[in-house]
């Protein structure tokens, strides 16, 4: 079954080197630069691994 344009709705964490992330689809196994996939949903450990956000209250 061919993904001839797979939008990688889902990416992980594979690996972090010098502050940038790179993240693999989990659809099509692709690995990716998280820098150019900011808009996209990382599917993030449910560990406290999480970054902290500023705006939480
Ligand atoms: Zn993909």
Do not use: K, N, W, Y
């Not at 080197?17 to 690995?31: A, K, P, Q, R, S």
Request: net charge negative; proline share 9%; aromatic share 6%.
């Amino acid at each position: 079954m061919m993904t001839p344009l797979c939008q990688h709705p889902r990416v992980r964490i594979v690996s972090r080197h010098d502050g940038i992330e790179f993240v693999e689809c989990l659809e099509c196994g692709e690995v990716f630069d998280a820098e150019e996939f900011r808009d996209m949903e990382i599917e993030s450990a449910p560990a406290s691994d999480a970054p902290h956000r500023p705006d939480d209250a």
